[in-house]
Every structure is written in C-alpha cells, then in structure tokens.
C-alpha cells in the first residue's frame, strides 16, 4: 500500500529550530511537497523537493532522500504564528496524484 | 489575484438531506479537485477534473456523491443522501497543468467547507 509516516505532534520553544521528519512509501514518486494548515484553515503550499538535497525559503528549508525515502521540514527563529499543523504530499507519478501525510501539530510555547 | 472561492463556509443538515457545494478555482487554472478532510488527518482526494474532464473519481463514493464542472471553470460537489459520517471538511483545489503536460505540485486550496450532518 501506499503511506506516509510523520509525528503527529511535535513541541518547540519560540525563537528555536523544529524538523518534522517524513517517511515514504509510494508506488510512484515525482516529488515531496510540504503544506501548512493553521486551524479552521486552508492548506497553503510550503516547499517542494522533486530531487535530492536542500530547498531553503525563508525560515523553512525542506529536504528529501529518494534513497532513504525520507524528508524533512525545517524550521528555524520559530514564531507563535508558526503554530499550525504541517502536512507532507507524495506526487504519485501514475496519475499526479498527491498522497498526503496525517499531518504534524506543531504547538510552539513562548 | 483572488483566491480558489467556496461556498457556503459552513453547512448543518439532517442525515437523508442533500447538500451542494460549489468552488471558483484561480482563473487560468485548469486543474481542480474536490479532497475530503477529517479532524487531525490529511485531506483525501475525492475527485480531480482536467478542464471539464473527471480524469479521477476512484475515491468519489457514486451512490451517493456527484460533481460536474461543465464549463471547466466552477465545480460543484452534490451529496445525496447525506449520512453521519459525511460530517466533514470539504476542500476545493486548483493547480495549473500547461498543454504539452508539465504541470506544478502547487495546489491552492479553498477555505474549505464544514459540513455537519445531525
């Protein structure tokens, strides 16, 4: 079957680093995407990795290992508005299909 | 630039009525999906449409779940009759797939619409 694995909850202090990592089973891959959801929100994209190695935007950086199948998210000088639940999506090559992750609530204290 | 639009952002019905959702994706973009969301998982995917063509509805349940986008622009998503178990988030997507195939991993996602069956 096809799966992904993630934390379901991962806690962190204001101003640190957190990584959410992602492991990946998929008959097909064309790519790791990561989404952010606040509460009672929509998905917005966050990063997309289609080959190996680092992708940094801002405070966020992503990371994949096709090899290990296996990515991460980063996230660096965490702020409160951080706070949101994040959500890995293979890009199944059969038919462009994203299989998503159960998400990871990240709580951030002060 | 708007937004992918949904309405109504909140729906409660009883169990055996009908409901109806409707979603205006990005202009230009000819990809759009209807995904089912449940507390604290991943949105799953109902159906996708390339312009006005289903081309996945493997996940769609089609006794009782309907949707068309005729013009290959808005979409609407029909339950009917509607169970318990359909309380859910319902979300609308777009994306942008070119002519010759290359497409981007990008959805935008609509605000969503919470349903609640009593």
């Known amino acids: 079957g096809q799966s992904l694995e993630q934390p379901s909850e991962v806690t962190a202090v204001e101003g640190a680093i957190v990584q959410i990592n992602c492991t990946y089973q998929?008959?097909?891959?064309?790519?790791l995407s990561w989404y952010q959801q606040h509460d009672g929100g929509a998905p917005t994209f966050l990063s997309y990795?289609?080959l190996d190695g680092l992708e940094e935007t801002g405070r966020f950086s992503s990371f994949l290992s096709r090899s290990d199948s296996y990515g991460y998210l980063l996230l660096q000088e965490l702020q409160m508005k951080d706070s949101a639940s994040y959500f890995c999506a293979v890009r199944d090559g059969g038919n462009y299909q994203l299989i998503w992750g159960a998400g990871t609530k990240l709580i951030i204290k002060p | 630039e708007a937004g992918v639009v949904q309405s109504p952002r909140y729906k409660i019905i009883e169990k055996k009525q009908p409901v109806a959702f409707w979603c205006n994706p990005i202009?230009?973009?000819?990809?759009l999906y209807w995904y089912l969301q449940n507390l604290g998982q991943g949105p799953e995917l109902l159906i996708r449409y390339e312009n006005e063509e289903a081309v996945d509805d493997s996940q769609l349940p089609k006794d009782r779940f309907s949707a068309e986008r005729l013009k290959g622009v808005d979409s609407t998503l029909k339950i009917q009759p509607a169970e318990l178990g359909d309380s859910a988030v319902y979300l609308c997507a777009s994306s942008f797939t070119g002519r010759l195939g290359e497409r981007t991993d990008t959805q935008y996602f609509g605000p969503g619409t919470r349903l609640t069956v009593l």
């Open positions: 998929t008959s097909g891959f064309y790519g």
């Open positions: 202009s230009g973009h000819n990809t």
């Open positions: 990795n289609g």
